[in-house]
């Protein structure tokens, strides 16, 4: 009879917690205080419903929300999500969830970031408040890497538009000393995927709004190259997947070509995929019959060939 009790209970505690990991949990990014913050009574988060899905603006509590793919079928994969938006808001829902359910269908455990968008108002140097959110998810993820049942060595980042500019960023900055850390889990991703990503912050190839909007109106030149991915590359930036395309009116492909060129000069893994037609913000294309609809069937063949998936 005993022995059945704790058959039984053994069986309860694996069901539940199979229940929980199956499910969205959602992490703040800072659990005591928030570095770089000014504190605004008036300044509120504000989430703005469009027929391509859920907005967010004005961020002031960085999160991270994280899907867990079914017990069956996950891999020891990570990828933090980093949704687009021009510096000016996220696009949560076309950029964020729709990916992540994508990659919970393919095993992989995925965390989309909330990442504070850069204000005067809430820091005190917006260049950099949107970095260390994007470090600090990387190393939570890392942290809990047991108890999500993540390899540490497979934990990537997939960043879009303005969030590709982000991705970049903390691909070449991942060590960069920006707040105080807690202890000494690295920020750096395994590997990089860039959709239509900002790249450049120089005025001939940029998304202007999203200069502006991190750097502001008149940067020096030394702030522009500061944040420009194509001139931070290294021997050990991360190995990285890009996809453009040709027709893009708000990024233009020069970005991923640039930081192609960076990738390839230091010996870094790197593909690249340029369509011929795509325009701006197609996210995972799923329901688009060019050539551009193929380029999550290359990214997961990517992922598989080089062992992280």
């Avoid at 039984?8 to 990991?21: G, H, K, M, P």
């Avoid at 005025?203 to 944040?227: A, D, F, K």
Wanted: glycine share 6%; proline share 5%.
């Amino acid at each position: 009879m005993a022995f059945r009790i704790l058959v039984q209970c053994v069986a309860t505690v694996l069901f539940y917690s199979e229940f929980i990991l199956a499910q969205t949990t959602v992490l703040k990014v800072w659990e005591t205080t928030i570095p770089n913050c000014i504190r605004q009574v008036h300044y509120n988060e504000e989430r703005i419903v469009t027929a391509s899905g859920v907005r967010v603006r004005n961020v002031v509590e960085p999160i991270i929300t994280v899907y867990f793919p079914e017990q069956k079928q996950r891999t020891t994969t990570a990828i933090l999500v980093i949704p687009g938006g021009g510096y000016a808001y996220i696009t949560v829902t076309k950029e964020g969830e729709a990916v992540a359910r994508w990659l919970n269908d393919n095993g992989i455990t995925a965390a989309v970031l909330t990442y504070r968008l850069p204000s005067d108002s809430i820091m005190e140097n917006k260049t950099i408040g949107p970095l260390q959110d994007a470090q600090e998810a990387i190393r939570i993820i890392r942290r809990n890497a047991y108890a999500w049942n993540i390899d540490q060595q497979k934990i990537g980042v997939l960043g879009f538009s303005a969030g590709g500019h982000l991705a970049a960023t903390l691909s070449t900055k991942y060590d960069e000393s920006i707040y105080p850390v807690a202890d000494s889990t690295s920020a750096r991703p395994n590997f990089t995927i860039l959709v239509y990503p900002v790249i450049s912050m120089e005025l001939s190839v940029t998304h202007r709004g999203s200069r502006e909007r991190l750097l502001g109106q008149n940067p020096s030149e030394i702030i522009v190259r500061r944040y420009s991915a194509e001139y931070n590359v290294t021997p050990f930036t991360p190995p990285t997947f890009l996809v453009h395309a040709l027709d893009d009116d708000s990024v233009p492909v020069e970005n991923s070509l640039r930081y192609f060129s960076a990738l390839r000069f230091n010996k870094v893994t790197v593909e690249m995929h340029i369509y011929q037609q795509g325009g701006h913000g197609f996210g995972l294309a799923t329901h688009r019959q060019s050539t551009e609809a193929d380029w999550t069937h290359a990214c997961l063949r990517w992922l598989e060939i080089n062992g992280w998936k």
